[in-house]
């Protein structure tokens, strides 16, 4: 199991090299909201780590979206990560395929995720039930859960452990990689090792609870520690 940490600026990234995977977002314009280019290369160039890049909590733009994916592709991401922010099986085949075209066909080598919401029912939006099957139809490596409205309830609050193993176990055998996320805390380590995504996604962990504070090196090391 890594550890993805959420960076939001060069700064605190540079506090953040001891994480597994360094995810480039804007907390300010969503739950995966996209940063500039500009910083996805930066950090990419001193992290000395794969990097990750959200693009968006999207609603159904293809075009959009491939556009994005494709940019943060170039800018150096390693991992292109996408919110699915609105409703239906088509739609979402519709995006996700526009998505993984985009990134695979020049950068095959490139990982792509893809996000549905665990508190999808108050988003209005597909349930990572339903998105995953078709991210590994599609072509995508990774279905991941992260929630969508941030107020400091857990993915937890809107899935129990048994929801999220059997969700990690399905994408196994999808050929998907899973990432989970939302609101994680310490307390939450022992379960999530239970369950055993390939990745767990955190910033208000390591920011000392709070997602609107600093990246911390010391929980990085508390969390890595743990999860060892």
Same mark, same amino acid.
């Given at each position: 199991?890594?550890?993805?940490?959420?960076?939001?600026?060069?700064?605190?990234?540079?506090h953040s090299t001891?994480?597994?995977?360094?995810?480039?977002?804007k907390p300010s314009?969503?739950?995966?909201?996209?940063?500039?280019?500009?910083?996805?290369?930066?950090?990419?160039?001193?992290?000395?780590?794969?990097?990750?890049?959200?693009?968006?909590?999207?609603?159904?733009?293809p075009g959009g979206?491939?556009?994005? =994916?494709?940019? *943060? @592709?170039?800018? !150096? /991401? +390693?991992?292109?990560? &996408?919110?699915?922010?609105?409703?239906?099986?088509?739609?979402?085949?519709?995006?996700?395929?526009?998505?993984?075209?985009?990134?695979?066909?020049?950068?095959?080598?490139?990982?792509?995720?893809?996000?549905?919401?665990?508190?999808?029912?108050?988003?209005?939006?597909?349930?990572?039930?339903?998105? =995953?099957?078709? *991210? @590994?139809?599609? !072509? /995508? +490596?990774?279905?991941? &859960?992260?929630?969508?409205?941030?107020?400091?309830?857990?993915?937890?609050?809107?899935?129990?452990?048994?929801?999220?193993?059997?969700?990690?176990?399905?994408?196994?055998?999808?050929?998907?990689?899973?990432?989970?996320?939302?609101?994680?805390?310490?307390?939450?380590?022992?379960?999530?090792?239970?369950?055993?995504?390939?990745?767990?996604?955190?910033?208000?962990?390591?920011?000392?609870?709070?997602?609107?504070?600093?990246?911390?090196?010391?929980?990085?090391?508390?969390?890595?520690?743990?999860?060892?």
């Amino acid at each position: 199991m890594q550890l993805l940490v959420s960076p939001s600026s060069i700064a605190e990234a540079r506090h953040s090299t001891a994480a597994d995977i360094i995810d480039v977002k804007k907390p300010s314009e969503g739950s995966l909201g996209a940063n500039f280019p500009w910083v996805i290369r930066e950090i990419k160039e001193f992290a000395k780590k794969p990097v990750s890049a959200a693009i968006g909590d999207f609603d159904y733009r293809p075009g959009g979206a491939s556009l994005a =994916a494709y940019g *943060a @592709a170039c800018a !150096g /991401a +390693d991992y292109v990560k &996408i919110g699915l922010a609105f409703e239906g099986a088509e739609e979402a085949n519709d995006v996700i395929d526009a998505v993984v075209k985009a990134v695979k066909d020049e950068f095959p080598k490139k990982f792509v995720v893809i996000a549905a919401y665990s508190d999808y029912e108050r988003m209005h939006s597909i349930s990572p039930f339903d998105m =995953a099957p078709i *991210a @590994a139809e599609c !072509g /995508a +490596d990774f279905a991941m &859960i992260d929630t969508g409205i941030k107020d400091r309830q857990s993915t937890f609050a809107f899935m129990n452990e048994d929801l999220l193993r059997a969700f990690t176990e399905k994408n196994k055998k999808l050929g998907l990689g899973t990432a989970l996320a939302g609101a994680l805390k310490f307390e939450d380590i022992d379960a999530l090792k239970r369950i055993n995504p390939e990745i767990i996604g955190v910033r208000g962990m390591v920011c000392g609870g709070d997602r609107n504070a600093t990246v911390r090196e010391d929980l990085i090391k508390t969390a890595l520690a743990m999860i060892r």
